[in-house]
């Protein structure tokens, strides 16, 4: 299952990610969006654990919880074509 992780502090790596949600079980991918341009996070990312209920797991003990000063967000990821669809600027 893939989760989705936001209201990050732009300081969080992909290791701390790790570290945290390695408590919960296993984990196949682990990513912290970041701009393409300067790099810098953009306060979410995306963890991938392949056991649907150790993914669960983990939201319920996660979500809203303190992450080094913030409260997150934790839940399943929308496939990319359920998102709204952006507006293009010009």
């Known amino acids: 299952m893939k989760l989705y992780v936001g209201n ?3 300081s969080v790596t992909e ?7 390695s408590e919960f079980g296993e984990l196949a991918e682990v990513v912290v969006i970041t701009d393409k341009f300067s790099g810098q996070s953009k306060g979410f990312g995306f963890v991938e654990m392949p056991n ?3 993914a669960d797991a983990a ?8 992450f080094k000063g913030r ?10 074509g359920d998102r709204p669809q952006r ?4």
């Open 71 to 80: 409260n997150i967000k934790v839940n399943e990821a929308r496939p990319r």
């Open 87 to 90: 507006r293009q600027r010009y």
């Open 52 to 54: 649907n209920s150790e």
């Open 8 to 10: 990050l502090p732009y």
């Open 59 to 66: 939201i319920k003990a996660l979500n809203e919880s303190n």
């Open 15 to 21: 290791d701390d990610l790790r570290q945290t949600f």
